[in-house]
């Protein structure tokens, strides 16, 4: 104990490069950490965003292009699909249920999709969770609109409040329906995926804020009123992708490869299983890359720290000859030396840990609106603690190095005064 009471001492003494050492390890320790983390939570937050769907069915593109637009809203469909075509498909007799979805439009930042009731019947979450409302209801008028946890509490709206959807994508979108304004039916319980940063409204509403407008813009001198609008037939003639829940998971296979193979239009059936399995593989050799980066750079910080320590030993003979003179012996000296390592490295992991979870309360938000990804803020896993410890560890090793230097220095020398 006395001699770790030295050795706390002794760095107070130095507290300025000490402190600078400390930074430079917890800088590298929250970024090892933060890749750790974000790898986990990416995979998790992906995984829990969909269940119970057997199949997602889109314009031929890719798996994982189909997958990211349709359930992550991230990217753009090349193409759409002919409503005809969807209904051929629903009415095959080994689908149970379908939920089309439309995609193009926002509402200040965040998307708007188009569907019908069956989407909060059917849409499953995690473990098979259905979606909930902690107030209103499911869409009934084609201006209703029910809004994910996200868009109501960051944007403030309640339950009967008009919002304008915008034509396009974009915090501001490209033009703005602001002459068919949606009322806000219902709000959706938090569920920790994209449908938490999603405009729900029904297909007729999209077709709805269409009616007037051509190739992206508003006809000139054409306008319809709302109540026009409610009796005219709004059945649209394409969707963006749909949903597919089976009778039978063994029909699975058999009805992807009829869908690959229809002849109506190229379209694409994917299985959400695989399709995530091919994004974690596309982004395997990134995942790689960026824990190697991180190590190097906790390595980088633990360098720093053994380089200071080795440099300060000159400037240290006299202290040290000074402690050997009073009674201290040489295993106290390397001791002394080896335990400043170790509380610095010491320091600097908790410091990078503070900094990991002061990182992740300012991300979160910005993760989630952008990404539709939840950033978990619970402690940390095992395998944290492990590597952890793996770093103080090879912290306190790295501290025998100039240990056994000090060690070697002589009485003598360390007492001999230089002019």
């Not at 720093?304 to 201290?328: F, K, P, Q, Y």
Request: proline residues 3%; hydrophobic residues 50%.
């Amino acid at each position: 104990m006395a001699i770790l009471g030295l050795a706390f001492k002794s760095l107070l003494n130095r507290r300025v490069t000490v402190g600078l050492t400390v930074f430079a390890i917890g800088v590298s320790v929250m970024l090892v950490l933060g890749v750790e983390r974000l790898r986990h939570d990416a995979k998790a937050s992906f995984a829990n965003t969909i269940s119970g769907t057997d199949l997602i069915v889109g314009a031929r593109s890719g798996s994982v292009q189909l997958l990211l637009y349709s359930v992550f809203r991230i990217g753009n469909a090349t193409n759409n699909i002919s409503l005809q075509s969807y209904k051929d498909i629903a009415s095959r007799k080994e689908v149970a249920w379908t939920i089309p979805l439309s995609l193009g439009d926002s509402h200040r930042g965040y998307r708007v999709m188009g569907t019908t009731s069956d989407y909060f019947k059917h849409y499953r979450y995690g473990n098979g969770k259905l979606l909930a409302f902690v107030g209103g209801k499911p869409f009934e008028d084609v201006f209703d609109a029910v809004l994910g946890a996200d868009v109501a509490k960051t944007l403030g709206y309640k339950r009967g409040d008009h919002i304008v959807v915008a034509h396009g994508l974009g915090a501001e979108g490209f033009s703005k329906h602001d002459d068919k304004p949606f009322v806000v039916k219902g709000i959706l319980e938090k569920t920790g995926t994209p449908v938490d940063h999603t405009v729900h409204v029904s297909l007729a509403g999209i077709e709805a804020i269409h009616i007037d407008w051509k190739g992206g813009a508003r006809v000139p001198g054409m306008a319809v009123g709302t109540e026009r609008i409610r009796q005219m037939n709004l059945q649209p003639k394409s969707i963006t992708a749909f949903l597919i829940g089976l009778k039978s998971r063994l029909a699975a296979f058999r009805l992807q490869r009829a869908i690959n193979d229809y002849k109506r239009e190229p379209l694409l059936a994917a299985l959400p299983g695989v399709a995530l399995q091919e994004l974690w593989d596309l982004m395997g050799t990134a995942e790689t890359a960026l824990a190697a980066i991180s190590l190097f750079v906790v390595a980088a910080g633990l360098l720093g720290m053994l380089t200071m320590l080795l440099s300060g030993l000159n400037e240290r003979r006299r202290e040290i000859a000074i402690l050997r003179a009073v009674g201290a012996r040489l295993h106290h000296i390397f001791g002394m030396l080896v335990l400043e390592a170790g509380l610095i490295a010491l320091a600097g992991a908790l410091l990078g840990l503070a900094l990991l979870y002061i990182g992740l309360l300012i991300a979160e938000p910005f993760a989630a609106a952008e990404f539709g990804l939840t950033l978990g803020l619970g402690l940390p896993s095992m395998r944290d603690l492990a590597l952890l410890g793996l770093i103080v560890a090879v912290g306190t090793i790295a501290g025998a190095i100039p240990a056994a230097r000090a060690y070697r220095q002589s009485l003598a020398d360390g007492m001999m005064v230089r002019v």
